[in-house]
């Protein structure tokens, strides 16, 4: 096994993928990602799904800073929340009022933040573990994928 080559970076150059709510992950090309917040939702537009009886509703926020020289296709981004306190799965809400979606291109130098929405069972506590997820192809073909995505936890406040 010594003579295997891990293509990746060395695990001692590698970034701290385990996180708390307001730590920043940088991406070694320039991309940023800080979770700002994971709070309750209190206020619903006409529209919006409430979630059922025994559900907390709740926003992750988060912001995506783009160090990099060109714009980075939003897409390439994804994101999941679940439960941190005993597990547990979440609902994604549909919620228009205070949300602001991912999609799109962010320019180089500049940043944006985001939200999404879920709900989750009372009973697994307050408790979330949030997870990035990158999957643009030159991240994974240039030899700096992490194998392992960036995750915060935090607690729904």
Known sequence: MEDCADDGPEKGDRPETELAVGDTFAYTDGLK????????????????????????????????????????????FGYQAQ?????????????ELGSKQMTGRLAAGRSGTFTSE??????????ILFTMSRMDEQWLEDGSFLGEDPHWTGTIK
Request: proline residues 4%.
């Open 33 to 76: 990602v800080k979770v700002d917040s994971i709070t309750t939702i209190t206020e619903w537009g006409e529209y919006d799904t409430e979630p059922e009886a025994g559900q907390t509703p709740f926003r992750v926020t988060w912001t995506l800073t783009n160090g990099t020289k060109k714009p980075y296709d939003l897409d390439e």
């Open 118 to 127: 879920y709900s989750l069972a009372k009973t697994d506590g307050k408790d």
């Open 83 to 95: 439960g941190a306190t005993t597990g547990g799965e979440t609902e994604s809400l549909y919620v």
